[in-house]
């Protein structure tokens, strides 16, 4: 009898220590942190919850970008609208050659080719090149009916040039150009006389068609050059 109960004790000791070991206890739940105005802050979050003013600020904010202020920029457009049109650019120089006047004596020849005659005129040029050009030219012709030309216009000036004191001109004259002796003498000397009133020519040198001659019209030697 005591055996039973003895069996029985042990058994039911047994089954209170299985018990006991299958059993462990739930660790308590940690309390979230407070911050320092009392709130509860939400683990795994850094800042506290906005306020209502603050969204409705932020809202405004996004709803109302900043634009760029036009009147400040059509200002300082018109400001340097107004600098560019009070300073203009200087006038660039102009490279070319400003135009001279220069008063000269003039050779012709009466109506009847009976002498020399001299008249007073003036030419328009650029440069020495050009003053002998325009020269020739007044050779060639005249507003007075008593002032003939001995130079016909019908003869061309193929080219000028001037160095150290000597003037060559190359002309090209037609048959219909020609003078009898006394013409022929006088335009000569009408050459002669244009351009030796130019101090700085020395001598001329008058060619045909690149090529000097005999004769200019076949009745009076012509110098190659001629010279004072």
């Known amino acids: 009898m005591n055996k039973k109960y003895w069996a029985a004790g042990l058994l039911t000791i047994v089954l209170a220590l299985a018990a006991g070991c299958g059993q462990k206890p739930a660790a308590a739940p940690s309390e979230p942190p407070q911050n320092t105005a009392g709130q509860v802050q939400t683990p795994g979050t850094d800042q506290a919850e906005p306020t209502p003013e603050e969204k409705e600020t932020d809202t405004v904010a996004n709803t109302n970008p900043t634009e760029p202020d036009t009147n400040v920029n059509a200002e300082k457009a018109g400001t340097e609208t107004q600098v560019a049109a009070t300073d203009p650019k200087p006038p660039e120089k102009s490279t070319e050659p400003q135009p001279k006047k220069a008063h ?17 005129g003036e030419i328009t040029y650029t440069d020495d090149k050009d003053k002998y050009a325009k020269s020739f030219q007044a050779l060639q012709k005249s507003s ?19 160095e150290n004191g000597a003037l060559t001109l190359d002309i090209t004259k037609p048959q219909e150009a020609n003078l009898g002796s006394g013409g022929e003498m006088f335009a000569i000397e009408a050459l002669r006389n244009m351009f030796f009133q130019y101090d700085e020519v020395k001598s001329i040198e008058l060619l045909v068609d690149g090529k000097q001659v005999e004769s200019l019209m076949g009745h009076v030697d012509l110098e190659h050059p001629m010279t004072r």
């Open 104 to 120: 000269i004596k003039m050779y012709y020849t009466d109506p009847e080719l009976m002498e020399l005659k001299e008249a007073d």
């Open 144 to 162: 007075n009916e008593q002032l003939q030309p001995l130079w016909m216009d019908s003869i061309k000036l193929n080219s000028v040039k001037f």
